[in-house]
């Protein structure tokens, strides 16, 4: 396994949502270079299903590429929160919906060349109305779209975030898993 040994890291900028290093490492063949890491918390990814066989996906306005994503609910764990619990109030927030069953489907990591975050991917189900507010849930829309409907919301490029790209694809193998 060839590891990079840290020989010194910088703290350049200390933010509400992120932070940002620059590590000086040694790489395995012997050359120094810099590692620009973005640190954020980890995250929950929810898949949330309705009693009607529906996801409940979000549509909301993302300033970083300027535009609306339809989305799976998402947020990040609080210090010292259990993931479920994030989910739970997650889903509230963003959906108004709480979850009487959450199940474990795996994990990832959202964009590890260059920052820490990894995302919990957790199934909702069970769905009963509960809403909680959140001051930055205030422009969210819920959408119910049928699961069946999935695959050609992703490849036609409706659906094109990474985390949802890749929760609702493990959702959909995990579904034809169970028969």
Avoid: W
């Avoid at 992120?18 to 918390?41: N, P, Q």
């Avoid at 300027?66 to 109030?89: K, M, S, W, Y």
């Avoid at 590890?112 to 919990?120: A, D, I, K, N, S």
Wanted: proline letters at 4%; aromatic letters at 6%; glycine letters at 8%.
């Amino acid at each position: 396994m060839a590891e990079e040994k840290t020989l010194s890291s910088q703290l350049i900028y200390d933010g509400r949502a992120v932070k940002l290093r620059v590590d000086s490492v040694l790489t395995a063949d012997g050359r120094e270079t810099k590692r620009e890491i973005v640190e954020h918390s980890d995250c929950v990814a929810i898949v949330a299903i309705d009693g009607n066989n529906n996801v409940l996906l979000v549509n909301q306005f993302r300033k970083s590429v300027d535009r609306e994503l339809l989305e799976i609910p998402a947020g990040g764990i609080e210090p010292g929160e259990d993931p479920v619990a994030t989910v739970r109030r997650e889903l509230q927030e963003e959906t108004g919906y709480l979850p009487r069953k959450v199940e474990r489907l795996g994990g990832f990591y959202s964009t590890p060349g260059y920052c820490t975050e990894y995302l919990y991917l957790y199934l909702a189900t069970d769905l009963i109305p509960s809403q909680l507010r959140a001051e930055d849930t205030a422009n969210i829309r819920l959408v119910r779209v049928p699961v069946g409907q999935i695959s050609n919301l992703i490849t036609s490029g409706s659906i094109c975030d990474a985390k949802s790209i890749a929760g609702l694809f493990t959702f959909l193998e995990y579904q034809k898993s169970l028969g």
